[in-house]
């Protein structure tokens, strides 16, 4: 039971598969958490979108479950600190309160021949240059456009007035407040299609682009600051809330990662990996995007620190597929065991495009695909398969950072669900040619918005120290199997090139 001295921080992270509440000491370690997976639903092929009314049900059960679970009173809860699924985006009503339509999910790719039509019109460059970002279906401008065009349509006599867009942490925010904060940060932000990444706020041409009033859209608001408090009559005591985060940026946090030239990869639904660039704004030629890591102000004035990312869409959702999708598996933990009672793949590939392929390659038509099947091949093959696919993603990316850097990487920092598969890890070492280091604790997306709520409001008041308490779980050295899986990896790119031109 917790002392009625002790103080807390609470963070949500609120991922594409589920929403999850843990509470941290003033040590800085986790003494709790609850979580709840989160339905999926596919409308159509290439399609996914999520009930954000049950996202916010999800999160304010987690929250009561934890404290519970706990026996922490909310009046010992010092801040909040909330971390995100990005890109993911709704509209609802500001007087009812009620979304318009399901949000629709970063994975999603309705928007596809949108992205095209303006890609031949020219304005790929222009959003390039001021977003940061290549122009893809993965970011939510065109999610936006093609949510106001559905209420136009089928909900004619809505007064656009009363509607407001929002990410995942808007909408949360929003119903923390119980309606009274309508904001977002700059990491999430930036991750709309509609920020202009120097001037650090919407951008004006791209709003009108898309055809989205201003009105409709958050205030943005640095990472690192007080968004509003939470309801009292929902947890009794009004919380403030310190820290807004995207959630990769927050593991980036989580991980230490706040000088330039530091990385990490967090292998979740897709696999990110971020390198921080300081506060100076890289442009990759290597098909990176150019993103904020966080916002903070000093003395007044807005601080931003930058990032360029590698992000691959399929890495968990290709093994939630196995177990959801053909029933291949019964749980998630069992890949490792079966990719381990086989000595390879027996020549199987796959190529996890279940949306279609990230960076480098930008691709929004590549489709998944198993390639070499031939009648010997077992169902552990096909898992094997699976898993070295989502190495041999990390591979192409570490890659394009090595090239955009021209410093190597010397180790790989992960972190997340899929980074506890002991089989992945060694194999991702082994390919990578560098040593794999996992965190004791895993779950750094959470813990990088507890620790920037913390120091915001004061619990903590030394970064540093705060990750000096963070322990290395294991490290991942490269092994006799680097020529062999390096030699796969050239012949899954070969895979790679089929899958990108199936349709043809």
């Not at 500001?94 to 339509?101: D, E, L, S, Y």
């Not at 119980?178 to 509609?194: F, I, Q």
């Not at 098909?287 to 903070?296: E, G, K």
């Not at 869409?313 to 009672?341: M, N, P, Y």
Request: glycine content about 8%; overall charge negative.
């Amino acid at each position: 039971m917790a002392t009625n001295t002790e103080k807390y921080i609470l963070a949500m992270d609120l991922g594409t598969t589920g929403n999850r509440a843990i509470l941290f000491n003033s040590q800085g370690a986790s003494v709790g958490q609850a979580y709840k997976e989160l339905p999926q639903y596919y409308p159509h092929p290439g399609w996914l979108e999520h009930n954000a009314e049950e996202i916010w049900e999800d999160t304010y059960a987690m929250i009561e479950r934890v404290l519970g679970d706990t026996g922490v009173s909310a009046s010992n809860v010092e801040a909040i600190g909330l971390t995100v699924q990005r890109e993911t985006c709704l509209l609802w009503d500001k007087i009812t309160g009620k979304p318009f339509h399901k949000a629709i999910v970063w994975q999603d790719r309705r928007t596809a021949s949108l992205c095209r039509e303006l890609a031949a019109k020219g304005k790929a460059e222009t959003i390039k240059t001021r977003t940061g970002l290549v122009l893809d279906s993965y970011f939510s401008a065109t999610k936006l456009f093609w949510l106001l065009n559905w209420v136009r349509q089928e909900k004619p006599d809505v007064d656009l007035k009363n509607v407001l867009a929002g990410t995942i942490d808007t909408w949360i925010l929003w119903k923390l407040t119980g309606g009274k904060v309508h904001a977002t940060d700059h990491s999430n932000a930036s991750r709309t299609m509609l920020m202009n990444i120097e001037s650090l706020n919407w951008d004006q041409e791209l709003l009108d682009l898309f055809q989205i009033p201003r009105e409709m859209m958050p205030e943005i608001k640095p990472s690192f600051s007080i968004f509003g408090k939470s309801e009292p009559d929902l947890l009794g005591v009004s919380i403030p809330i310190a820290a807004v985060l995207g959630d990769q940026q927050a593991a980036l946090f989580a991980h230490g990662c706040n000088f330039p030239g530091m990385s990490k990869c967090t292998y979740g639904t897709g696999s990110f990996l971020i390198a921080n660039t300081g506060d100076s704004l890289a442009k990759s030629q290597n098909q990176l995007l150019s993103t904020i890591s966080w916002t903070h102000e000093v003395n007044g004035k807005l601080q931003a620190t930058y990032a360029l990312e590698g992000a691959m869409f399929t890495t968990g959702a290709c093994i939630q597929w196995l177990r959801d999708g053909i029933k291949l598996i019964d749980s998630v933990t069992e890949t490792e065991h079966l990719a381990l009672t086989v000595e390879d793949t027996n020549g199987v590939y796959f190529v996890p495009a279940l949306s279609g392929l990230g960076a480098p390659h930008w691709d929004m038509d590549a489709r998944g695909a198993f390639l070499g099947i031939t009648g010997g091949v077992k169902r552990e093959n096909i898992v094997r398969a699976v898993l070295e696919s989502i190495a041999f993603r990390v591979k192409e990316v570490v890659d394009v950072v090595n090239k955009d850097s021209r410093i190597p990487m010397s180790n790989l920092k992960v972190d997340a669900g899929v980074s506890q598969n002991n089989f992945l890890m060694q194999y991702q070492a082994d390919l990578l040619g560098i040593p794999v280091e996992r965190p004791a604790f895993i779950d750094a997306t959470a813990q990088g918005a507890a620790f920037a709520a913390g120091l915001t409001v004061g619990l903590w008041d030394d970064y540093q120290k705060l990750l000096s308490n963070n322990k290395v779980g294991k490290v991942f050295e490269p092994n006799k199997n680097v020529t062999k899986v390096q030699e796969n990896f050239v012949v899954w790119q070969k895979a790679v090139c089929r899958a990108k031109n199936w349709i043809d």
